[in-house]
């Protein structure tokens, strides 16, 4: 599998959580940025003519709170440019705050057929205090509108004072809005965000406090019908997000637009972070990226295993020795010895147990070491 990744950078506020590349929208004209994207769009897509691309994620920022007109130039340039398969997913994320009908509609009429959505809570205190624009009523509004699509809803853990029963009420007004799909992330306040303050003022929820909260909350999902397929994704039978399992497994994947990343052909690049940067190179025809690397030897195969043991399926032995010419059991019998009780393994499948899923970070690091 390939996918694209779109980034459109402008939100109506940035959320007290948020280090994503994002700007107000009324601080850089769209016009602008678009025209750069879709000249982007186009150089990329004839480097890459040969490579067929079969999911398109549009994230964000909040695409949608620009006007659907810009989104499905977009579409249209990566339809003329790229080579898709027959029946690709393509996702848009939203947010509840900044959706009608027209823009719905136009979103369909370009063939997007999965959309992202971030409710975030169930409660509109924390939601206000996130300096989120909508409530939970936006939620099940923009739902109804959504009505018979394939959705899904991001929740966060983490928030302050939040109690498991928060969670699982958020769990079933997601449910209720006709979810097949939820992404539950724990909150991580990033240096220079307004709620890092509150991180360093113990405001927030400790990392104990937290996995205790995920949980109960991995195990209400279960109870309902959601299977956990990675660490922080939950979906309905059928309805995973292949855009994002396609990470989960070293697949290759194109990024467009200001801070996208991209992973073709063993090389990782990724474009500025800086939107004016971004304008001048692509005006002036130069690379926007500012950081290229090639992943071969160990961090490859580190690469390979970090991903893997992120999913419930963790990794294929057989795949990973073909990949690297290497037998794995030879290589990290020291690793699997030390770390057995935390692993299940049967000669060809490896895989964290469910309960060490969420605090897989001491396990993984010990194949690097």
């Known amino acids: 599998m390939s996918g694209i990744y779109v980034h459109i950078p402008f939100c109506m506020r940035k959320c007290t959580y948020c280090d994503f590349a994002s700007y107000p929208k009324e601080t850089y004209k769209a016009e602008s940025y678009f025209a750069c994207l879709y000249r982007e769009t186009e150089g990329r897509g004839r480097q890459l003519s040969e490579k067929v691309f079969d999911t398109v994620y549009i994230g964000g920022g909040t695409p949608s709170a620009v006007d659907s007109k810009f989104i499905a130039g977009e579409m249209r340039q990566i339809r003329k440019f790229f080579s898709l398969t027959e029946n690709p997913e393509i996702t848009i994320e939203l947010n509840p705050g900044t959706v009608d009908q027209k823009k719905i509609d136009e979103y369909k009429s370009v063939g997007i057929n999965r959309f992202s959505i971030g409710l975030q809570s169930g409660y509109d205190d924390q939601l206000k205090r996130l300096n989120r624009i909508h409530t939970a009523k936006d939620f099940l509004l923009c739902c109804k509108l959504l009505k018979g699509e394939n959705i899904s809803a991001d929740i966060l853990l983490g928030l302050h004072d939040q109690t498991a029963e928060q969670v699982k009420k958020t769990i079933d007004l997601a449910i209720a809005g006709g979810v097949s799909h939820?992404?539950?992330?724990?909150?991580?306040?990033?240096?220079?965000?307004?709620?890092?303050?509150?991180?360093?003022?113990?405001?927030?929820?400790?990392?104990?406090?937290?996995?205790?909260?995920?949980?109960?909350?991995?195990?209400?999902?279960?109870?309902?019908?959601?299977?956990?397929?990675?660490?922080?994704?939950?979906?309905?039978?059928?309805?995973?997000?292949?855009?994002?399992?396609?990470?989960?497994?070293?697949?290759?994947?194109?990024g467009l637009g200001?801070?996208?990343?991209?992973?073709?052909?063993?090389?990782?690049?990724?474009?500025?972070?800086?939107?004016?940067?971004?304008?001048?190179?692509?005006?002036?025809?130069?690379?926007p990226e500012i950081a290229s690397d090639v992943i071969e030897g160990k961090d490859a195969e580190f690469e390979f295993i970090m991903l893997g043991l992120r999913t419930e399926k963790g990794i294929k032995v057989s795949e990973f020795d073909r990949l690297f010419s290497k037998d794995f059991k030879k290589e990290y019998a020291d690793v699997l010895s030390k770390k057995r009780a935390f692993l299940d393994f049967d000669g060809e499948n490896l895989k964290i147990k469910e309960q060490y899923l969420y605090v897989q970070n001491d396990i993984i690091l010990a194949f690097m070491k």
């Open 182 to 254: 939820i992404s539950m992330y724990a909150l991580t306040p990033e240096p220079g965000t307004p709620i890092y303050t509150d991180y360093l003022n113990g405001e927030l929820l400790s990392d104990d406090e937290v996995a205790d909260i995920y949980d109960i909350a991995r195990a209400y999902l279960k109870e309902k019908g959601f299977l956990r397929y990675e660490v922080s994704n939950f979906a309905k039978e059928g309805f995973y997000s292949r855009h994002n399992y396609n990470y989960w497994q070293r697949g290759e994947y194109i």
């Open 258 to 287: 200001v801070s996208a990343s991209s992973f073709i052909d063993g090389r990782r690049f990724t474009n500025t972070y800086n939107i004016d940067e971004y304008i001048n190179a692509v005006i002036y025809n130069k690379t």
